[in-house]
């Protein structure tokens, strides 16, 4: 592996000491900085000049990134991109645009300088807003990276129980993070949904709302005109199996949640009506 490629897997910037480890002697890595591929951005730092700001951060303050800050090195689904670095540094002294978690006590990622999964998810769940941890916490349980019940068995007593809360939200499947966004404001706005359902002559569809109303939450590629056509033959197909559908995007799930629900109780108060019944 050349410098640049082993650069570039951890971030974009590595500790002289764990280069050398790695192969790459110092005369090189002087090379490299001479010849404007490398410069270094700290001492005892060698970064390419596209470094990711977070592991630099890392660096900087000798910690670890964690929470939304780490998200993106587990493939975790994130509602929004953190404003400030999020950082596991363990001395309290504060820093700018930085929030300093609490110390590591699992293993730290091996290629990053990223605290490990468990850490990363109970630092999120502490930290931010219920949906947001959730987006975290679901995509990680769901995939099987980590388990419900140890992340469970490390949020004990009451200074835990909004965090604990988050994992009573977790699915045991979701497909996207509009999903499990969607299955909590239906749940929380009083209605049954059951998720992933087969409906005769449908399919599977995202969520069945009392029974009666398929929500569909498309991402992009329902956008393409393939997946456009089959579609709307499922919602035809739908409709004459006695099930209405409405669909919802990215958009609608994420930033505009109550419209949402809104117009799903509207449509099941015409439905109670009759007004989608014959004259």
């Known amino acids: 592996m ?32 001479d010849a404007g591929r490398l410069y270094r951005p700290l001492r005892g730092v060698y970064a390419l000049h596209n470094a990711d700001d977070g592991v630099l951060a890392a660096y900087r ?37 930085v929030i300093d978690h609490a110390p590591c006590s699992h293993a730290r990622h091996p290629a990053y300088p990223v605290a490990g999964l468990a850490d990363v998810l109970l630092h999120a769940m502490r930290c931010l807003p219920e949906l947001e941890a959730l987006a975290l916490a679901q995509s990680a349980t769901g995939r099987g990276q980590i388990s419900t019940d140890f992340l469970r068995g490390k949020l004990v007593g009451n200074r835990n129980g909004r965090a604990r809360a988050v994992l009573d939200l977790l699915m045991p499947r979701a497909d996207s993070v509009l999903e ?38 498309d991402g992009s590629t329902h956008f393409e005109p393939r997946q456009v056509k089959k579609d709307q033959r499922r ?22 949640p109550e419209a949402m629900v809104e117009q799903v109780l509207a449509v099941l108060r015409l439905r109670a009506l009759g007004r989608f019944a014959p004259e």
């Open 2 to 33: 050349d410098l640049q490629t082993f650069l570039t897997r951890g971030g974009g910037a590595a500790r002289r000491s764990d280069l050398l480890s790695a192969g790459f002697p110092r005369p090189m890595l002087e090379a490299a900085v």
């Open 61 to 97: 303050y000798n910690g670890r990134l964690t929470c939304v800050s780490a998200a993106r090195y587990y493939s975790l689904w994130a509602l929004h991109p953190p404003q400030e670095v999020h950082l596991s540094c363990g001395n309290g002294v504060p820093k700018p645009r």
């Open 180 to 217: 499990i966004l969607a299955h909590t404001h239906f749940v929380r706005a009083g209605l049954k949904v059951r998720m992933h359902v087969q409906v005769p002559g449908v399919g599977e569809v995202d969520c069945l709302v009392e029974e009666c109303l398929v929500v569909e939450l």
């Open 235 to 256: 919602n035809n197909a739908g409709m004459l199996g006695g099930h209405l559908t409405l669909r919802y995007y990215y958009d609608d799930v994420v930033h505009h």
